[in-house]
């Protein structure tokens, strides 16, 4: 028998008889004899009862039949079961198939297994359909199978519901349906909610079903507990709950609670915490590690930190590498761990990228870099792709970059505009743009707003 996690979670919504047989089901005493020797673990007894059923004309023993050779890691055994049992109009035989086909990546003709299911009155295969269509980000599709599984009564599609529209980026809704299924006594929608109440920061509401799960059994909900107390400023709360959670075989809790040491300033406990979940095999932890151990003075051993987390990687790591590297002058080695950053998908990497090419001369590849970054949300590359058009005397590129970052809130932005627009004539309108630096905090901005008003400028 195979036990995977892959395997238990299909295993987990496949969906058998558990009630007795029909009376009249003609193989009525052999099934119960199969379900009987499969919960003892005697699967080859299991099998040859359910067979001696199939014989004596049973299409129920056939459902059964798929979910043990399915089990038992046949599944090719298992689809000809579940396709005998459906063409003999076993409505949840479809709904399994379409579990089995999904788990083997056989995407198209699970969905349609699922929607004849559907079409024949199962409700759950409308909620699997709609879990396997927002797998594949059709989320509207996916939307609508839910619902229609809901309206048929179903409160453990509300599920699979909260998950679309989480992922459709609607989570009030999502929030909304969850409620709904815990009112309906869906188990985990204690844990589900409380999760989504921490992403939307409702910190009372969120402990309050994070503790309910916990008291069920949720190691998740256990940790993501900890975090709300550690988001709430309760430390001997959080640190208690993390430890719980720790205990209880949660081991990614060292990594909560390594933040939350570090945050309170117990750096020698948050080391331990930190290498606990690199040990554990938390990759992140490797990377915060590091952070520590650089802030810390101990370069090396942060580098072998960040490398650990890199070579898995890591673009936070590979990132942070490239910063030790390029601090100690290691300037090749810092290209060549920004460049693995950005292809990891770190945005900033692009522009400490584009700071090494500006230092080793490669003017036109580090404009490049900085555009590229800040063409994906970074506005620091964007700044300073206008200063560097500035210090070339290139103005009018200057002035375009400075004005964009400027307008996205970037106060340092609009100081060095207003440098532009005051060395460029254009005075008035450099005193506004320092006043607007200014209002916004900038103290840069303010001491040359006096200055010009006093004539120094």
Known sequence: MRDTPAHREISAKLRISRRAPADDDPGHAQITLGNSLKHQGCYDEAEAAYRDAVQAGSVEALNNLGWLLFETGRDEDAEAAYRRAVAAGHVDAGNNLGILLAGLGRVREAEAAYRHAGDAGSVLAWSNLGDLLREAQRLDEAEAACLRAVQMGCTTALLNLSSVLREAGRPAEAIAALRQAHQAGEKEAAGDLGALLLEANLLDEAATYCRLAADHGSRTALLNLGTVYARQGHAQKAESTYREAIAAGATEGWFGLGVLLRDLGRLPDAETAFRNAVDAGHVGASNNLGVLLERSGRRDEAERAYRAAGDTGHPGALDNLGTLQYRAGRLEQAETSFRKAVQAGHVGAWGNLALVLEK????????????????????????????????????????????????????????????????????????????????????LAADNLKALHEGRL
């Open 360 to 443: 080793t001369g490669r003017t036109k590849e580090a404009q490049a870099a900085f555009r590229r970054g800040a063409d994906l949300g970074d506005l620091e590359a964007l700044y300073n792709l206008g200063t560097m058009h500035f210090q070339a005397g290139q103005y009018a590129e200057a002035e375009t970059a400075y004005r964009e970052a400027g307008a996205s809130g970037h106060t340092n932005a609009l100081n060095n505009l207003g440098v532009l627009l005051l060395g460029t004539g254009r005075r008035d309108e450099a005193e506004s743009t320092f006043r607007q630096s200014a209002t916004q905090g900038n103290t």
